[in-house]
């Protein structure tokens, strides 16, 4: 019986994960579901790429957490369209919540939108939000051994974000070790090594941001 309503859920959720694709690439905006634990640096990166493609794209969010609203505060006081979803002690966004931000959101002015998840390595990767790509950050305190305990996150992801670089030197994280584990796991996605306090690596990545925003319009042409 759990296993049939597990499936049940699972099934309605990708038809609505659909529209909202549907709806989304429709509009030509790039929709980027962002993953991690806790702390790990997801509004950060987002701000961070804010200004970097200030003046080449138009950027919104969506912002889950189980509650409290301080990221999304912290977005619109930087001028970036946000809206919040509290999940109420659930564990991740599913399509339904996101299809109702949409339906709140000036889609004729975005042109990339990311969908920050709730944080947690498990329950998001099961979902599909209609999301254009599934970008994974991870964040050098945490340890280089993630991906041995939560494969599924990361085999899924297009990119890979290992953010808080700047404190290599102070944090037993492996770099070559964790690369060598992450790309047997999963050979197709980018990986960026960032900081947000210090910048490195986003010139990188708002490169990849941008270089996919363009082949979601090549498509939709």
Not at 50 to 76: M, N
Not at 187 to 210: C, H, P, R
Request: glycine letters at 8%.
């Amino acid at each position: 019986m759990e296993i049939k309503v597990l499936k049940d859920i699972l099934n309605a959720n990708s038809q609505i994960a659909e529209q909202n694709r549907k709806l989304l690439t429709g509009k030509r905006i790039m929709a980027i579901n962002l993953m991690s634990s806790p702390g790990s640096g997801k509004t950060t990166l987002i701000m961070r790429t804010v200004e970097k493609l200030e003046d080449k794209a138009r950027i919104a969010v969506i912002e889950g957490d189980v509650s409290s609203s301080i990221d999304a505060e912290k977005l619109s006081q930087a001028g970036v369209t946000a809206i919040q979803i509290n999940t109420g002690g659930g564990c991740h966004l599913d399509a339904s919540m996101v299809n109702s931000a949409l339906a709140n959101l000036p889609l004729d002015d975005i042109d990339i939108l990311f969908i920050e998840n709730v944080g947690n390595l498990i329950c998001p990767g099961g979902f599909d939000l209609g999301e254009y790509v599934r970008v994974v950050i991870l964040s050098t305190p945490e340890g280089d051994d993630k991906p041995h305990k939560y494969p599924l996150l990361f085999s899924q992801a297009h990119a890979l974000v290992v953010n808080k670089t700047d404190l290599l030197p102070h944090v037993a994280f492996d770099m070559e070790a964790f690369a060598r584990v992450f790309q047997g796991l999963n050979q197709q996605a980018a990986l960026f090594q960032v900081s947000g306090v210090t910048g490195e690596g986003i010139e990188e990545w708002a490169k990849w941001v941008t270089a996919n925003l363009q082949k979601l319009r090549a498509q939709n042409s």
